[in-house]
């Protein structure tokens, strides 16, 4: 029989330090591009509805978007982490995705229209 305990993943977490994120569906409505980053990135603002308004994120995600298909594009961001200076910008939310199979950022967001600042569940 094997022994299940040895496997390598993720540190485990509690459901309660789960629900410490606060994930949240937002609008782009602005994309720029970001020369003065290290890596390629885009400097956004997400609409998040009245509760949290807009707020800025710098995301590396320019190899499959252009400023010009992000803006009225929903995603999913982490509200709830302090601000982050990256360079010369204030980066407010983590905006989440997941790399394809070359290595290229895809962004997270529903598959449904939704509204500004739904939480996920």
Do not use: W
């Not at 720029?32 to 390629?40: G, I």
């Not at 407010?92 to 996920?120: C, H, M, Y």
């Amino acid at each position: 029989m094997a022994d299940d305990s040895a496997q390598a993943g993720p540190d485990p977490v509690s459901f309660d330090e789960f629900l410490k994120l606060d994930i949240r569906c937002g609008t782009i409505v602005e994309a720029l591009p970001f020369p003065e980053a290290r890596k390629p990135a885009f400097k956004l603002v997400i609409d998040f509805g009245p509760e949290i308004g807009r707020k800025k994120s710098s995301a590396q995600i320019t190899t499959l978007y252009t400023p010009e298909t992000l803006v009225g594009r929903q995603v999913m961001a982490v509200v709830n982490f302090p601000p982050r200076q990256i360079g010369p910008f204030m980066s407010e939310v983590l905006t989440l995705g997941v790399n394809d199979a070359a290595g290229a950022i895809v962004l997270v967001a529903p598959d449904q229209p939704a509204l500004d600042g739904s939480r996920l569940h």
